[in-house]
């Protein structure tokens, strides 16, 4: 089966990701409790809360990782599997909060592995080597580097995975979920870790997957990115959705200030700031990891 998302875009608003009344226990702990939440195509939906509140537990929900203790998932209209590759056969690919790419593999590896749910080529094929199969392979590459251009790591496709250095690997890690051509991507903190500027870029990024056709569904920190981003943010506290919205109607959220946010979000820091940051940085040549608004973090 090869359904190829990139180039078929789906129609605008048609409900992508329908994640209805979902709760995950964990004995005693209930870490999701009766969520619901949809994505809708040509959409960037955000899942922001704070840490604990059940965003990971949430997606492993959506992924076939766990299966929730109530509620049901559809894609496209469909009831998931709860197998994880049946998850990413159906549609929704992933990144996850603990980068895990195969460290040992080269980058370009690490994208041919990511497109084995959209390969029919079995393991006769593979074993015969036959016409069939070069020609399948040849595909998978062309496809592998076309996506490590995308992202910019197409230099590095021989590169080791784990020679690279971390904002790199986030990247890769998109290269590879995108390669099971999804129509709905789950990333899980992107950008933690990253530089202004590496956050910056994933920011482009997201864009141009989403005008690519595919939905986003994104948990961050950075508030910045987050607000740039998003057509609609979803706030969970203690494993409950608490509001959902536009970032206007969510930053001006008491009751989101009050249990995540902590402050208005106009007092962080302007772009003035993070621009002078910057400078200091190129002069100093120290990259930091420190996210637009999380300067005070440690
Ligand atoms: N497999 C598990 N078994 C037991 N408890 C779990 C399991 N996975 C998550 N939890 C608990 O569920 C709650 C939610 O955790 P989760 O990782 O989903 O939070 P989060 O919102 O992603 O937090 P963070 O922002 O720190 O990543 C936590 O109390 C966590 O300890
Ligand atoms: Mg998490």
């Not at 490590?148 to 590095?156: H, I, M, N, R, T």
């Not at 910057?278 to 040549?285: K, L, R």
Request: include cysteine; glycine fraction near 10%; aromatic fraction near 6%.
């Amino acid at each position: 089966m090869t359904t190829d998302t990139t180039t078929t875009v789906a129609p605008t608003g048609e409900t992508v990701l329908d994640a209805r009344g979902v709760t995950m226990r964990f004995g005693g702990l209930t870490a999701v409790r009766d969520v619901n939440l949809t994505v809708n195509s040509g959409e960037i939906v955000g899942l922001i809360g704070p840490n604990g509140a059940g965003k990971t537990t949430f997606f492993n929900c959506l992924t076939g990782l766990y299966i929730p203790t109530e509620g049901e998932v559809r894609y496209k209209g469909n009831v998931l599997p709860p197998k994880s590759f049946k998850v990413t056969a159906a549609g929704i690919a992933r990144t996850f909060q603990n980068i895990r790419l195969f460290a040992n593999m080269t980058v370009l590896e690490n994208v041919l592995v990511g497109r084995h749910t959209r390969t029919k080529e079995g393991f006769w094929s593979a074993v015969l080597r036959g016409p069939g199969f070069h020609k399948a392979e040849a595909t998978s590459r062309e496809r592998a580097m076309e996506l490590l251009e995308f992202v910019g790591l197409e230099k590095k496709a021989e590169h080791l995975a784990r020679n690279l250095p971390y904002g790199e690997q986030r990247k890769l890690e998109i290269a590879r979920a995108l390669a099971s051509e999804p129509g709905l991507l789950l990333l899980d903190e992107p950008t933690a870790g990253m530089n202004p500027q590496e956050t910056r870029a994933t920011e482009e990024l997201v864009f141009a997957i989403r005008d690519k056709g595919i939905a986003v569904l994104v948990i961050e920190h950075d508030m910045r990115f987050i607000f740039n981003l998003c057509d609609r943010v979803a706030v969970l506290v203690q494993g409950e959705k608490l509001v959902e919205g536009d970032s206007a109607t969510v930053q001006g959220d008491e009751r989101v200030v009050a249990a995540y946010l902590g402050e208005p979000f106009e007092n962080a820091p302007g772009d003035e700031e993070v621009a002078e940051v910057e400078a200091a940085e190129a002069q100093a040549g120290t990259p930091t990891d420190a996210a637009p608004g999380k300067e005070n973090d440690r």
